[in-house]
Nanobody
Framework: QVQLAESGGGLVQAGGSLNLSCTAS????????MAWYRQAPGKQRELVAS???????NYADSVKGRFRIFRDYSKDTVYLQMSALKAEDAGVYYC???????????WGQGTRVTVSS
């Protein structure tokens, strides 16, 4: 069982920055894809950014150029640096760890990001 511990959510003004982190228990994260999803009220959960075990990164079009995902493999941690935040970035951000071949799919408890205008 993998546990994901998220931190870093909070309240920020529009245009501001916020950093999220997520640490996975065990060492399985090193061979898995780690990602951040978010869910706004009344909307479906959507992928924000992902970082594969080999370093490949993927971003939602809405956050390209503003968000950056990176991993510290030695700490089994994935970070999401968010800048130029907009009201539409608000929501609960969830960390995800996935390895399709091993049928692994774990979620963190979520951390709330609130953007004030």
């Amino acid at each position: 069982q993998v546990q994901l511990a998220e931190s870093g959510g909070g309240l920020v003004q529009a245009g501001g920055s916020l950093n999220l982190s997520c640490t996975a228990s065990g060492m399985i994260a090193r061979i898995a894809t780690m990602a951040w999803y978010r869910q706004a009220p009344g909307k479906q959960r959507e992928l924000v950014a992902s970082a594969g075990s080999g370093g490949a990164k993927n971003y939602a079009d809405s956050v390209k150029g503003r968000f950056r995902i990176f991993r510290d493999y030695s700490k089994d941690t994935v970070y999401l640096q968010m800048s130029a935040l907009k009201a539409e970035d608000a929501g609960v951000y969830y960390c995800n760890l996935r390895h399709v071949g091993m049928s692994l799919d774990y979620w963190g408890q979520g951390t709330r990001v609130t953007v004030s205008s």
